[in-house]
């Protein structure tokens, strides 16, 4: 067999699957190339499912078995690393990937309430996608971010102080193919570009948004308006003992 | 006399463009490499031993004594792994520390791998934030075209490597040889202890584990030296850390001060409670961390006088809510939180938190009966001290803690036949003046 497409190869001729499942070369070089950023490969699985959700929209058995291959490690192994954390998905996720933060200080600030206008207006359930394909809707944990409360993530960006009526909107304009911005960060784009950066290929757009959200300044500009400040340095320029006040 | 606040690790969030190299280093960043590279290793970890530097992800253990831990004799490689993992309930500091100010922690990384004598150093950042981790690639990126990262760092001899390291959604992962597990590719699944993560941590190699705001301390107690470190706080809780206020207060957002400043004052800094309101119970650190009430409201807020209030300082999460929230759907959550990131290694937790959902569910609609609160007891009982990993032992703080000061609550639910609050009353888009 041609250690070329090990993994396409052997799906398409057991199972003639479909052309979309079967990873292309591009996708294998860049799961070696993961691999490769470690002390030792296996380290590089995690980013790789992540790559393999962007290539493929979801953890593929195909993906799967292309893991295993190159990291020399059986696809059992590999499927007990996927069906572990929660950002890895059996079933294909929409364009948009939205999540309502439920955990306890966002759900009493509003996030329980969200999350039910979603669902009645998405007609969609937990962990479901839109019959368009556009949006995957689900109730999320703590994602750091209490300051803010209620959150909801779009692609895993923030959407800071959502009411229900400003997560509809969030929504339809995606729906509308509307370009909608986080709160704290830039335009946001699709979940396979997304889960493309958590694979460690940036996508070159660091530099947008904010340096921060009003809420993470909120000591820092008291502490400028009462000329608030840490103590100076105890070490003198020259290196010699300072005095102490 | 200290300030009530002191910005040092916020100090640039409101600066233009602070996440760049540029920005950074105009305000002296990366100075510190200089001046530890001009010591020897140990004698930086002497520094941070000196400044009573106490990790900040939750723990509080001693960082310079983790960091004297390893065993310069051993011929493996040392490693270094940062958690920025963030996932503990409440708890949101790490993040927007990232998010503005990356370098600040690639600064503490080097710093921190060159006293271990780590020549690689990981990241291991949690997968959902997105624009936190584009902000940590281009840090990263940015610091090797300087020449900050890479072979023979400002001409010293000394080479690191860094990478980032996006995890995939698992708050155990936050516990820290768990987190080693997600890094070498495997099922986050915590370890057996011994070996400590010192001796044999990341590829069986000694290994130092590290809160984001522990390391991203390092280069200020560098650059300003032990004793001004050590000026701050309280005798056995020295230095500032960042207050994250959330919930049911005027302001909510980080608040930077020296270890020991009480609730009640960031409460005023926080523009108090919110309009006609008061507060109820809050957690001084996170949902893992007791529940206190306004009772508390003086406790210091430092390792020492947290736990003596009968809680734990934790991450500083401090989690507010007032009189329309009801403990017990709070405690209900956050108890579904925990069976929901049981990793089911051990079976106190894995079915401990089971059971003790289906008896809180049952008594947050009225069902059940007064023995279920002793019920629920014993269960916490079961699972506290005797699960294998502080996540079990987690799960059992909110329940203990709400009963023990809010009993009559659970007792209003069996009475009322369900729950006696307006859920929308708690709200942040409540009407003003709405009321349980
Ligand atoms: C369930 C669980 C979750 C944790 N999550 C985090 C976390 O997200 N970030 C963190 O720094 N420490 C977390 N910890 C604590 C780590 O195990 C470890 O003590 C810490 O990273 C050490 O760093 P420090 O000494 O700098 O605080 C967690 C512990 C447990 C038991
Ligand atoms: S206490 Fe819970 S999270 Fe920790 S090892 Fe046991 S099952 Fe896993």
Same mark, same amino acid.
């Given at each position: 067999m041609s250690t070329e497409y090990p993994v396409a190869q052997g799906q398409a001729q057991a199972e003639a699957a479909a052309p979309s499942d079967v990873l292309d070369a591009t996708t294998l070089a860049e799961l070696r190339e993961i691999a490769a950023r470690y002390p030792e490969p296996r380290s590089g699985l995690l980013p790789m499912l992540h790559l393999v959700q962007s290539a493929q929209g979801r953890i593929t058995p195909e993906g799967i078995e292309a893991c295993a291959e190159v990291l020399g490690i059986s696809a059992a192994e590999v499927n007990g690393v996927a069906t572990f954390y929660t950002m890895y998905k059996r079933r294909p996720v929409g364009d948009y990937h939205v999540g309502v933060c439920t955990n306890t200080l966002c759900a009493v600030m509003g996030g329980d309430l969200i999350f039910e206008r979603l669902k009645e207006h998405l007609e969609v359930g937990n962990d479901e996608t839109t019959e368009d394909g556009s949006i995957t809707l689900e109730h999320i944990e703590c994602n750091a971010a209490c300051d803010y409360a209620p959150v909801m993530m779009v692609n895993w960006e923030f959407m800071d102080n959502q009411t229900p009526e400003s997560a509809v909107q969030v929504v339809d304009d995606l729906r509308a193919g509307k370009p909608v911005h986080s709160t704290r960060g830039p335009r946001l784009c699709t979940w396979r570009e997304a889960e493309r950066v958590l694979a460690g290929f940036p996508d070159d757009r660091a530099d947008e948004g904010p340096t921060a959200g009003p809420a993470s300044l909120a000591g820092l500009r008291i502490a400028r308006e009462k000329g608030w400040t840490a103590p100076a340095s105890t070490l003198a320029s020259s290196g010699e003992e300072t005095d102490r006040d | 006399m200290t300030d009530a606040l002191t910005p040092v690790l916020t100090d640039n969030w409101d600066a233009e463009r602070a996440w760049t190299l540029a920005a950074y280093e105009e305000r002296g960043g990366y100075a510190a490499l200089d001046k530890a590279f001009a010591m020897a290793p140990d004698d930086v970890i002497d520094a941070v031993k000196e400044s009573g530097l106490r990790g900040r992800g939750g723990a509080g253990f001693p960082t310079g004594m983790k960091w004297g831990f390893i065993p310069q004799d051993n011929p493996r490689p040392k490693y270094l792994v940062v958690n920025a993992d963030e996932s503990e309930p409440g708890t949101c500091k790490d993040i927007p520390l990232m998010m503005a100010s990356p370098h600040t922690l690639v600064e503490g990384v080097i710093l921190s791998a060159y006293a271990i004598?780590?020549?690689?150093?990981?990241?291991?950042?949690?997968?959902?934030?997105?624009?936190?981790?584009?902000?940590?690639?281009?840090?990263?990126?940015?610091?090797?075209?300087?020449?900050?990262?890479?072979?023979?760092?400002?001409?010293?001899?000394?080479? *690191?490597?860094?990478?980032?390291?996006?995890?995939?959604?698992?708050?155990?992962?936050?516990?820290?040889?768990?987190?080693?597990?997600?890094?070498?590719?495997?099922?986050?699944?915590?370890?057996?202890?011994?070996?400590?993560?010192?001796?044999?941590?990341?590829?069986?190699?000694?290994?130092?584990?590290?809160?984001?705001?522990?390391?991203?301390?390092?280069?200020?107690?560098?650059?300003?030296?032990?004793?001004?470190?050590?000026?701050?706080?309280?005798?056995?809780?020295?230095?500032?850390?960042?207050?994250?206020?959330?919930?049911?207060?005027?302001?909510?957002?980080?608040?930077?001060?020296?270890?020991?400043?009480?609730?009640?004052?960031?409460?005023?800094?926080?523009?108090?409670? !919110?309009?006609?309101?008061?507060?109820?119970?809050?957690?001084?650190?996170?949902?893992?961390?007791?529940?206190?009430?306004?009772?508390?409201?003086?406790?210091?807020?430092?390792?020492?006088?947290?736990?003596?209030?009968?809680?734990?300082?934790?991450?500083?999460?401090?989690?507010?809510?007032?009189?329309?929230?009801?403990?017990?759907?709070?405690?209900? !959550?956050?108890?579904?939180?925990?069976?929901?990131?049981?990793?089911?290694?051990?079976?106190?937790?894995?079915?401990?938190?089971?059971?003790?959902?289906?008896?809180?569910?049952?008594?947050?609609?009225?069902?059940?009966?007064?023995?279920?609160?002793?019920?629920?007891?014993?269960?916490?009982?079961?699972? *506290?001290?005797?699960?294998?990993?502080?996540?079990?032992?987690?799960?059992?703080?909110?329940?203990?803690?709400?009963?023990?000061?809010? !009993?009559?609550?659970?007792?209003?639910?069996?009475?009322?036949?369900?729950?006696?609050?307006?859920?929308?009353?708690?709200?942040?888009?409540?009407?003003?003046?709405?009321?349980?």
């Open positions: - | 004598r780590a020549n690689t150093a990981f990241i291991y950042v949690r997968g959902e934030v997105l624009h936190v981790i584009r902000r940590l690639q281009r840090a990263v990126q940015e610091a090797y075209l300087a020449g900050h990262l890479g072979t023979d760092i400002h001409g010293s001899g000394y080479h *690191l490597d860094l990478i980032v390291h996006a995890g995939a959604g698992a708050y155990i992962c936050g516990e820290e040889t768990a987190l080693l597990e997600g890094l070498e590719g495997r099922r986050g699944q915590p370890r057996l202890r011994p070996p400590f993560p010192a001796v044999a941590g990341l590829y069986a190699s000694p290994t130092v584990i590290n809160n984001v705001e522990s390391i991203a301390s390092v280069p200020s107690i560098i650059a300003n030296g032990p004793a001004w470190f050590a000026g701050m706080g309280t005798e056995k809780s020295k230095g500032f850390g960042i207050f994250s206020l959330s919930g049911h207060v005027r302001n909510p957002g980080q608040y930077e001060a020296p270890l020991g400043i009480t609730l009640r004052e960031l409460i005023d800094l926080a523009g108090g409670i !919110r309009e006609g309101h008061e507060l109820k119970f809050w957690t001084p650190g996170g949902s893992s961390t007791p529940l206190l009430t306004p009772e508390h409201l003086d406790v210091p807020l430092d390792f020492e006088s947290v736990g003596a209030a009968g809680s734990m300082l934790g991450t500083r999460a401090l989690q507010l809510f007032d009189e329309t929230t009801c403990v017990v759907r709070a405690v209900l !959550r956050w108890t579904e939180f925990y069976k929901h990131e049981s990793c089911g290694k051990c079976t106190p937790c894995r079915e401990g938190t089971w059971w003790l959902t289906q008896t809180l569910a049952r008594l947050e609609k009225g069902q059940g009966t007064e023995a279920d609160l002793d019920l629920l007891l014993d269960q916490c009982d079961n699972i *506290l001290g005797r699960s294998f990993c502080a996540l079990g032992d987690g799960a059992t703080s909110p329940i203990s803690s709400s009963i023990k000061h809010f !009993r009559d609550e659970y007792l209003a639910h069996l009475t009322n036949g369900g729950c006696p609050f307006d859920p929308v009353a708690s709200t942040a888009f409540a009407p003003a003046g709405a009321s349980a």
